[in-house]
């Protein structure tokens, strides 16, 4: 169910490369959907931006304020970061290219989460 809910919402989404559900209390990338193929270090380099930019158990957030959403832009990609309402451990980590709609993403990837976090 995860795997078919992030290719939906990969799917959905224009510009979207990877798509990956993250556990913040495990530390850990569980499941991805990617157009390319990417090393364990990636993945944990990406689970550890979501870990900086939303905050973790004992590790406050970037920032003055914590989050449920977080985006951090470059020249070469868009990275966008929610929290699940109801379970603060779950994560989706989306990386697009830096045109993306954010503003579809982040309906569109927080009604997934909602759904995969709730199953």
Do not use: Y
Not at 38 to 66: F, I, Q, S, V, Y
Not at 70 to 92: C, G, H, I, K, Y
């Amino acid at each position: 169910m995860v795997v078919d809910e992030l290719d939906l919402l990969r799917g959905a989404t224009p510009g979207c490369e990877t798509v990956a559900f993250a556990d913040l209390s495990a530390h850990m990338i569980l499941v991805t959907d990617s157009g390319t193929s990417h090393p364990r270090e990636t993945l944990d380099a990406l689970c550890d931006e979501a870990a900086t930019l939303l905050g973790r158990k004992g590790k406050p957030a970037l920032g003055e304020k914590p989050s449920n959403v977080a985006v951090w832009a470059t020249q070469a990609s868009l990275r966008v970061f929610l929290r699940a309402q109801d379970e603060p451990n779950d994560v989706l980590c989306c990386v697009c290219a830096p045109n993306v709609n954010v503003g579809r993403l982040v309906a569109n990837a927080t009604a997934c989460l909602d759904r995969i976090s709730s199953g």
